[in-house]
């Protein structure tokens, strides 16, 4: 993803990206760890615009990226309630650390652990 400063251009790699995104959802209680991949169907819906990574696949749009996390919630969870604080926190994260609007995150239970 490129974002231009007051500089010039400045490239950010989407492996920088999802590394925020996997440090930001290890910070939210209830949240066990990130699952190894997304469901098939989901994964196909993205285009060679895609990068992935354990659990974080990001999808780069023109002006914005889509992030897809794959997540195990702990039992016990009101998981709306955790999922919400996903998304705001990587959403908040990514857009702080990089300058890159995030247009959705959206977040995919994969598992629950006991």
Known sequence: MEV????G?????NDVIMLIAQEAVGEVKGIVSLSGGLPVGITEMF???TSSKKGVKIQNQETQVVINLAVV???GVIIPEVIRLVQE???RSIEAMTDIEVGRVNVFVQDIRI
């Open 73 to 75: 919630v702990e039992y």
């Open 4 to 7: 231009t400063g007051e500089h």
């Open 47 to 49: 285009s060679k615009k």
């Open 89 to 91: 926190k990587v959403k």
């Open 9 to 13: 251009k400045i490239r950010i790699a």
